[in-house]
């Protein structure tokens, strides 16, 4: 099992690049309330499971988060 995870700027930079006209800080701060209620659920909530491994993808290219999964 693999939790991806990557801090909310670089996130937020990454989705302001796939959509054209995005602004950076109303993106990051969608991203963090999402997170949120993604975690706070009661049903399935995000959570990264015991035996998982934690990839923080910051800094890291495509290329690089495939090489280090596979």
Do not use: M, N
Not at 40 to 56: F, H, M
Request: proline share 3%; net charge negative.
């Amino acid at each position: 099992k693999i939790f991806l995870t990557a801090s909310p700027e670089a996130r937020a930079a990454r989705r302001s690049g796939e959509v054209k006209g995005s602004d950076l800080a109303a993106t990051r701060e969608a991203l963090i309330l999402r997170d949120a209620a993604d975690s706070g659920r009661k049903t399935s909530p995000l959570a990264k499971a015991d035996d998982a491994v934690e990839v923080d993808t910051t800094e890291l290219t495509l290329q690089q988060v495939i090489e280090c999964v596979v």
